[in-house]
């Protein structure tokens, strides 16, 4: 069992430029997270899905975009790369919300913009 | 948006203390969970709590949820450098927030 699989695990972007950091499940969870941390700090929720084809906001959603066309996967997207984006970017799915259902986890995408 | 304010943000301890690491929340808790989580890798699971007054135990450490389910506090007991980490907690609801973080070393 992968669990969740992020990829890639490294990227540096000049500014502007685009990229897809990819998210994959095989758990068969119909809630997905992407989250981005910053050095010694928590986690920013980016944008989260509750099923297939269904996305919503989150604290930070500014200069993301995401889609969710199957449930195992959930690609995040950043359109014109800047320097505040330059972060450690997690992906995480659960079974569904509460108790006692957990996060699992990705091994994050670090990801500098320069 | 609600607010997770998790405090110290950074400790520092000898092996062999005693430590509590606290989280505030602006609104009520749906649920809250704990998680830690070592450098490089994403956070693991500590434990879920769900009632007010809840306390549980995982080994040497003890959770707490406040009876107005809008705090909760961890204590290490006698931490060991394995304890070394990011400790976060989490409110459970479609948004699984996460709080600002606290940072602990345990120097052997």
């Known amino acids: 069992n992968a669990g969740v699989t992020q990829t890639p695990k490294f990227r540096i972007l000049k500014i502007g430029q685009s990229m897809t950091l990819q998210c994959a499940q095989d758990?068969?969870?119909?809630?997905m997270y992407w989250y981005r941390q910053d050095p010694g700090m928590g986690l920013k929720l980016i944008y989260y899905?509750?099923?297939?084809?269904?996305?919503d906001k989150g604290e930070v959603p500014n200069g993301y975009n995401v889609s969710r066309s199957t449930t195992e996967d959930f690609p995040l997207r950043l359109e014109l790369a800047a320097p505040s984006q330059t972060s450690v970017y997690f992906c995480?799915?659960?079974?569904?919300?509460?108790?006692?259902?957990?996060?699992?986890f990705g091994n994050g995408t670090r990801l500098t913009v320069t | 948006t609600q607010l997770l304010e998790q405090s110290p943000q950074f400790l520092s301890i000898q092996e062999g203390e005693n430590l509590t690491v606290y989280c505030n929340s602006s609104?009520?808790?749906?649920?809250l969970q704990w998680y830690r989580q070592e450098p490089g890798e994403g956070p693991v699971l500590l434990v879920t709590v769900v009632t007010g007054g809840e306390v549980k135990k995982l080994k040497r450490l003890t959770f707490q949820f406040g009876d107005a389910r809008k705090d909760s506090s961890l204590h290490i007991t006698a931490a060991q450098p394995g304890d070394t980490g990011l400790y976060l907690c989490?409110?459970?609801?479609?948004?699984?927030?996460f709080g600002t973080g606290t940072s602990l070393t345990v120097i052997p």
């Open positions: 989490a409110d459970t609801g479609n948004q699984f927030y």
């Open positions: 899905s509750v099923g297939a084809g269904i996305t």
């Open positions: 995480a799915s659960s079974y569904s919300t509460g108790s006692p259902s957990p996060l699992h």
């Open positions: 758990m068969n969870h119909n809630y």
């Open positions: 609104s009520v808790f749906s649920s």
